[in-house]
């Protein structure tokens, strides 16, 4: 398995309350993803990583940002928690992007995320 | 929405019998993925086709890609109990995102 770790794993919080979520890999790999999981959506893409202090949006990015700091950890922030973000988290790497060499993506095991 | 569609949406089906998979996706690809999701976990990756390629096997696993009908279909042959899981397949439209489809449950009874 690849080595990539999400923390927290569960997490219970109220709203309006700010909360960060981190992945942490051990891959070296440039490329880092944020997706949410919802029943009936698949999986959606908050926000991606191309590199250190480089991100850019996907196609849920309203409410969240994000940070990365080294190449092995992403960090998604909801500042203000609402309970629509309720949802699973995964993060994903990969060797090279979407469109640019036939690598696939690698996840972890997601945060389970409730906010009341 | 680029989002493609998978069905069936469930599927169940004994231990020894073959899954089928489908896949439609909305305009021209890079490649088509397939991921296989057990219950509580992320997504492990199965499959990638190349859009130049038509048909590709991994162990009990095969994957076909038809361009002219934007489709693909997953085959698991043999199925096992530990097949259980979700099913998505993810099409690299060549817009440096992969979009997932909303995926197949594949139950496999003993």
């Known amino acids: 398995d690849a080595g990539i770790t999400q923390s927290p794993r569960h997490k219970v919080t109220e709203t309006g309350t700010p909360v960060t979520l981190r992945c942490h890999q051990t891959?070296?790999?440039?490329?880092m993803y944020w997706y949410r999981q919802d029943p009936g959506h698949g999986l959606r893409l908050i926000h991606y990583?191309?590199?250190?202090?480089?991100?850019d949006k996907g196609e849920v990015s309203d409410g969240y940002s994000v940070s990365r700091s080294k190449t092995e950890d992403f960090l998604l922030t909801l500042e203000s928690a609402t309970s629509s973000q309720t949802s699973v988290y995964f993060c994903a790497i990969s060797e090279s992007m979407a469109g640019d060499g036939n690598q696939p993506q690698h996840f972890g095991d997601g945060t389970r995320l409730s906010i009341l | 929405s680029q989002q493609g569609e998978e069905d069936p949406q469930a599927l169940s089906i004994q231990e020894g019998e073959n899954a089928t998979m489908n896949c439609s996706y909305k305009t021209s690809i890079n490649n088509l993925q397939w991921y296989r999701q057990n219950s509580g976990r992320g997504l492990v990756h199965l499959i990638l086709i190349r859009s130049n390629e038509r048909e590709k096997h991994s162990g009990r696993l095969r994957v076909t890609l038809d361009t002219s009908k934007k489709s693909s279909s997953l085959l698991i042959t043999a199925s096992r109990a530990a097949d259980t899981a979700s099913y998505f397949c993810a099409a690299d439209y060549n817009t440096d995102k992969l979009i997932f489809g909303t995926g197949t449950r594949l139950q496999v009874f003993p």
């Open positions: 990583s191309y590199g250190v202090k480089d991100t």
């Open positions: 891959e070296n790999h440039r490329y």
